[in-house]
């Protein structure tokens, strides 16, 4: 269970849009490849590798509109201490061959040590803290999603950030999701792509005294 602002959601009992293992099969019939170095470790971790200023992604050949979570986990691999980066409702230009429109979330990014998010390509929506005590090595389960233009994600169970989008991407027209390495050495594992529902909680502030 997660606690949200006025909402609560259960990732274990939502509608599961995608679960598989990263296997040599999964990853060229459902992703593409778009920069970097990416593959499987022996212990079945997808590994990115990018030494370069810039996001070498990995990216879903399906789309997955309206509220949706995801849910994985992942480790910088040392000696890189940064920027595990995730993007959800997002898409790719092909002419230019970068990241268009998409909802980015990061861990330890922004080269000062924040978990938070930002809207490509633009990058005028921004909002991060410096809150989550990360550990370079360590494995964390991430679930980022959004309920409508209401953005959320948690790290371990416990919810790390949420912003309100006033502008928000078109989350029926732009579906793909994928992960990035971006000047990092990264990996990931255990994805799931699930439908939200939640429960309203929303109460009234009554008098405490």
């Given at each position: ?74 480790a910088t691999i040392l ?89 928000p991407i078109d989350i ?38």
């Amino acid at each position: 269970m997660i606690q949200l602002i006025r909402k609560r959601i259960f990732p274990e009992t939502m509608e599961v849009l995608y679960d598989k293992e990263f296997t040599p099969e999964t990853l060229a019939a459902d992703f593409e490849i778009k920069g970097g170095k990416w593959y499987l470790n022996e212990e079945g971790w997808l590994v990115g590798e990018n030494r370069e200023n810039s996001p070498a992604m990995v990216i879903s050949k399906n789309e997955y509109f309206g509220d949706v979570l995801l849910e994985f986990d992942a480790a910088t691999i040392l000696p890189a201490t940064r920027d595990i980066n995730v993007m959800w409702h997002g898409s790719w230009n092909e002419e230019t061959n970068k990241r268009d429109v998409a909802y980015v979330v990061g861990l330890e990014g922004w080269w000062q040590g924040m978990v938070g998010f930002e809207k490509s390509p633009t990058y005028d929506f921004l909002a991060n803290t410096k809150l989550l005590d990360f550990k370079p090595g360590e494995v964390y389960h991430i679930t980022v999603g959004n309920i409508a233009n209401d953005l959320f994600i948690a790290v371990n169970g416990v919810v790390a950030l949420e912003i309100h989008d006033p502008d928000p991407i078109d989350i029926m027209k732009y579906g793909k999701i994928g992960f990035e390495a971006y000047c990092t050495k990264v990996k990931y594992k255990n994805l799931k792509v699930k439908r939200v529902t939640y429960i309203d909680t929303a109460k009234p502030y009554d008098p405490e005294f």
